[in-house]
């Protein structure tokens, strides 16, 4: 998880974008595909590229 090396939480994104965290668990292990703007939110928060974010 990419965040993890950014000292930010998983909590931390979903009070970011409102999100549970389930949806936040379920992207991360393929379950759900997040939207183009979900994506761009969360790597702007970690201070990466959507390509980052997505590899």
Not at 26 to 41: C, F
Request: net charge positive.
């Amino acid at each position: 998880m990419l965040y993890c090396g950014k000292g930010i939480t998983q909590g931390d994104i979903v009070r970011k974008f409102g999100v549970s965290r389930s949806f936040i668990s379920n992207i991360e292990n393929g379950k759900t595909n997040p939207t183009l703007s979900t994506i761009t939110n969360i790597a702007k928060a970690l201070g990466v590229s959507s390509d980052e974010l997505l590899k």
